[in-house]
């Protein structure tokens, strides 16, 4: 079974930095497309950043310059390393992954369950 593993959300200082990590796991044939998106409260789920299997990157504006993604085709993992953040930073960081797979074979969108980020003042 396809599964998405995050870690290393907490909580940080406004201008701190954290590094979030996605691993994802199974029968995996490809991944075309991996990212992390964010969801606040009140809010509707929204891109951060995600990176295709040929190393493009793709960004929101609003963390453009303070976020980078990357990923490691050997393992299967993608990283979302993230500095000067702000209290509107504050959001649970959903990685997603469009994969296919031996039981699967043509891509689907996975998501992992999530993980907090809170940024205070």
């Known amino acids: 079974q396809v599964q998405l593993v995050e870690s290393g959300g907490g909580l940080v200082q406004s201008g701190g930095s954290l590094r979030l990590s996605c691993a994802a796991s199974g029968r995996i044939f490809s991944i075309p497309v991996m990212g992390w998106y964010r969801q606040a409260p009140g809010s509707q789920r929204q891109l951060v950043a995600t990176?295709?299997?040929?190393?493009?990157?793709r960004y929101a504006d609003s963390v453009k310059g303070r976020i980078t993604i990357s990923r490691n085709n050997a393992n299967n993992t993608v990283a979302l390393q993230m500095s000067s953040l702000k209290p509107e930073d504050t959001a649970v960081y959903y990685c997603?992954?469009?994969?296919?797979?031996?039981?699967?074979?043509?891509?689907?969108?996975?998501w992992g369950q999530g993980t907090q980020v809170t940024v205070s003042s």
């Open positions: 990176v295709n299997s040929g190393g493009t990157t």
């Open positions: 997603h992954g469009l994969l296919s797979s031996y039981e699967f074979p043509v891509p689907r969108d996975y």
